[in-house]
């Protein structure tokens, strides 16, 4: 299927590196993808798993996406967090800075800068208390996966596999939180 490309940089407040290891579910990242055939060499993805034993990134390309559309998945998913979390308001913008943040995650003392992060379920993440196992966290992306995102995806062909030997110069991203939520 031919896809256009769509510039999001207006909505990116910064950038800042970090290893395809501190990448979790829900962040959005940056890179540059080498390969054959390969229409979007930077994409802008949505992280809905990093499966680091297949050294894999799954995603949504939001490059190929109108502003309007990745607002319309935005509240799709706000909407349907109900799936896997108590939480309503699952967009947030952390920062490992904050005194609050939970210092026993995976992905810890990587990422200096706030970034922009959708609280997806996420391996050794708590939730109600208990961090999740892994079998758990992909239990519940592929409910959401199921609930939710499966037609979206369907209807926008966004969704992508990357493979992390083809990654280089990875960027978590800043992105306009009130921009998408509007």
């Known amino acids: 299927m031919a896809h256009q490309k769509y510039n999001h940089n207006r909505r990116i407040q910064g950038l800042q590196p970090a290893k395809i290891k501190a990448v979790s579910p829900g962040m959005i990242v940056r890179f540059k993808y080498s390969g054959e055939n390969v229409f979007d060499k ?68 990587i990422l200096r800068e706030p970034y922009t992060r959708l609280k997806l379920p996420t391996f050794r993440e708590k939730r109600e208390g208990n961090p999740l196992s892994k079998a758990e966290a992909q239990k519940q992306i592929k409910m959401l996966h ?11 062909d966004v969704y992508r596999s990357y493979h992390t030997s083809k990654m280089s110069a990875p960027k978590v991203v800043r992105y306009d939180i009130e921009g998408l939520l509007k």
């Open 42 to 109: 930077n994409p802008l993805v949505l992280v809905i798993w990093n499966d680091k034993s297949d050294n894999k990134i799954h995603g949504i390309n939001l490059n190929y996406l109108q502003e309007s559309n990745i607002k319309a998945i935005m509240k799709k998913i706000t909407k349907g967090a109900g799936v896997y979390s108590e939480d309503k308001n699952i967009i947030t913008e952390q920062d490992q800075d904050d005194s609050k943040y939970d210092d026993s995650l995976p992905y810890r003392n």
């Open 146 to 156: 199921t609930k939710v995102l499966k037609t979206l995806i369907n209807r926008f």
